[in-house]
């Protein structure tokens, strides 16, 4: 998904949901949703490779999440 989809998707959960903007974020550990944990970290640049990120990089080409 890119940015740009992300960011519409959430602007229009918070359009429909006003009071969202003050739930916490979390994510699931895994596909098939076993545990849930809260976004710790915010949102950082770098190079995805492979299952690996660097958040170091200079051409960078994903965000991370956590």
């Known amino acids: 998904m890119k940015l740009k989809t992300y960011i ?3 602007k229009q959960l918070i ?3 006003p009071g969202s903007k003050n739930m916490d974020v979390i994510y699931s ?3 098939e949703g076993n545990e ?3 976004v710790s970290f915010p949102p950082s640049i770098g190079k995805y490779k492979k299952e690996s ?3 170091e ?3 960078p080409n994903a965000i991370c999440i956590n």
């Open 53 to 55: 990120f660097n958040p």
């Open 36 to 38: 849930f944990k809260e």
């Open 57 to 59: 990089s200079r051409n």
């Open 15 to 17: 359009d429909n949901n």
């Open 29 to 31: 550990i895994d596909e």
């Open 8 to 10: 519409r998707f959430l």
